[in-house]
Nanobody, 119 residues
Framework: QVQLVESGGGLVQPGGSLRLSCAAS????????TGWYRQAPGSQRELVAI??????NYADSVKGRFTISRDNAKNTVYLQMISLKPEDTAVYYC??????????????WGQGTQVTVSS
């Protein structure tokens, strides 16, 4: 079983920056999909950024401000967020997909971390 643990959320002023981290643990053979999603109160969960098959895509609302990256050695994915806006306030979830050590496919989610952008 692959588990994801997120960290790095918090309260930040508009225009500020935060970096979210998501570390995977368990018996992992490979990870081929990494992504970040968010869900604001009263809204559906939406895709923020995803890397799959060597390509990366961002939601239009975060292009140029958010960057997804990965440390393969640590099985950790990051979301660097700059120029934060109040509308970025949400619970952020990481997602990873790949093959476990037994070669079964896994698709795991983090527990969510709150990001609040407010003055």
């Amino acid at each position: 079983q692959v588990q994801l643990v997120e960290s790095g959320g918090g309260l930040v002023q508009p225009g500020g920056s935060l970096r979210l981290s998501c570390a995977a643990s368990g018996s992992i053979f490979s990870i081929d999909v990494t992504g970040w999603y968010r869900q604001a109160p009263g809204s559906q969960r939406e895709l923020v950024a995803i890397t799959r098959g060597g390509s990366t895509n961002y939601a239009d609302s975060v292009k140029g401000r958010f960057t997804i990256s990965r440390d393969n050695a640590k099985n950790t994915v990051y979301l660097q967020m700059i120029s934060l806006k109040p509308e970025d306030t949400a619970v952020y979830y990481c997602n990873m997909g790949g093959l476990a050590a037994n070669f079964n496919r896994f698709n795991s989610w983090g527990q969510g971390t709150q990001v609040t952008v407010s003055s």
